[in-house]
């Protein structure tokens, strides 16, 4: 897959592409990226890429026209009609079937805006999906274009050092969407905390019963909402349900 990366900050990608274990992914060419800088697509001697908006107000607005220059270029070296993610606060919040979704597409065309925004004409032309981390701002785009690739990058085959530990991430449908359980590692007695007794009895089945009693009670405390949609979806068990009354 092939995602190419609009932005005004290409350097800010250089460390996240070479560091960690997703690194597998970018330097096998598994999900291959490429950085574009609208810049280089702008005319005049001071390369402007931005503008006063109309109407007035504080800050500054990217301009269209670097943007469409810029995305003609893409389009030409990919040869395909790839969609145009922005990352905004109008966009839909990024979640694990989302991210499941693009890990099996063939990639898409990234916008990082800056400033105020972009404007909206661009958008209205071009853009085809907006995503969004969370309900608060960032100063541009390059943060949540870096975690939409990352969590990408890691259900690639071979890029986790366990092709089948995501299947027990937060969120997965192995999980049936429920939060993760807590993990410990050694010594096994630190600061005279235990680790639970269930896992290190060495029978497995009393440590997936545990690990599941767990994976309830976090999710009850922290995320009740995962509760929720998991049993409207008919994957609470009535031994889960027991658990929960107990909670």
């Not at 997965?172 to 639970?196: F, I, K, S």
């Not at 497995?204 to 994976?215: G, K, L």
């Amino acid at each position: 897959m092939r995602f190419d990366i609009i932005t005004l900050f290409p350097e800010l990608f250089a460390p996240f592409l070479t560091a960690g274990v997703t690194r597998r992914a970018f330097e096998s060419g598994l999900v291959n990226v490429h950085l574009w800088n609208p810049r280089d697509y702008a005319g005049g001697n001071y390369r402007r890429v931005d503008d006063r908006p109309f109407g007035g107000g504080p800050g500054m607005v990217m301009l269209a026209e670097p943007l469409t220059r810029c995305l003609d270029a893409v389009r030409i070296e990919r040869i395909d009609d790839a969609p145009v993610i922005l990352f905004s606060p109008v966009g839909k919040k990024i979640n694990h079937v989302q991210v499941e979704k693009w890990s099996a597409s063939s990639g898409a065309v990234l916008l990082c805006g800056r400033y105020e925004g972009v404007d909206q004409r661009f958008i209205d032309a071009y853009v085809t999906t907006q995503l969004s981390l969370g309900d608060f701002v960032l100063s541009g785009g390059e943060i949540p274009a870096m975690a939409f690739l990352d969590a990408i990058a890691r259900l690639q085959p071979g890029v986790l050092n366990d092709d089948g530990s995501h299947q027990q991430d937060s969120f997965n449908p192995a999980l049936n969407g429920l939060l993760d359980c807590p993990h410990y590692t050694r010594p096994e007695v630190w600061q005279d905390r235990e680790v639970p007794a269930p896992l290190l009895s060495g029978h497995h089945a009393q440590i997936e019963r545990w690990r599941r009693e767990q994976s309830l009670r976090m999710t009850a405390q922290h995320r009740p909402d995962l509760i929720e949609a998991a049993r409207a979806a008919g994957q609470i068990t009535p031994l889960d349900e027991k658990l929960l009354k107990k909670l």
